[in-house]
């Protein structure tokens, strides 16, 4: 999965910026990352807002933050399992119509003469090819 780039950046790409105030639990934090302001104030309200739903009468302690942060976590489980899932549903399709191309192609090549050529043309190859690579990539983790 690609890095969303809010703090991890390579020392030859590291811009200079000003600490951004952040408020989370009633708390201020100035917070410098490669992130954009704006950025950064939307993910604070969004661990503020976990830090209220479950927290409740420990939002200013460690296990207050430690609770929002294992919410977060659990979301962010869910969702790679959704993705998982639908990436597994993608690929089943995208082979199941290859198939299908696959008995279209042989097919034609049994019903006229000449046709069976017709599978080994260089473009048809190539779609197949590239088709086969997307098929595989679905899978990859970024």
Not at 53 to 71: C, F, S, Y
Request: net charge neutral.
């Amino acid at each position: 999965m690609a890095s969303s780039g809010c703090y991890r950046q390579p020392m030859d790409q590291r811009v200079e910026r000003s600490p951004v105030e952040l408020q989370v639990g009633g708390q201020k934090y100035r917070v410098l990352a490669s992130a954009g302001d704006d950025t950064l104030l939307r993910l604070a309200a969004l661990v503020d807002s976990k830090l209220r739903e479950h927290a409740g009468p420990h939002q200013n302690t460690p296990q207050g933050l430690l609770l929002a942060a294992m919410a977060l976590a659990h979301e962010l489980e869910e969702e790679r399992a959704r993705r998982q899932q639908v990436e597994r549903r993608s690929r089943e399709v995208l082979h199941g119509v290859l198939s299908r191309v696959d008995a279209a192609l042989g097919t034609l090549g049994q019903q006229a003469p000449g046709t069976a050529e017709l599978a080994a043309e260089p473009a048809v190859v190539e779609v197949r090819r590239k088709a086969s690579e997307r098929a595989a990539d679905v899978g990859r983790d970024d």
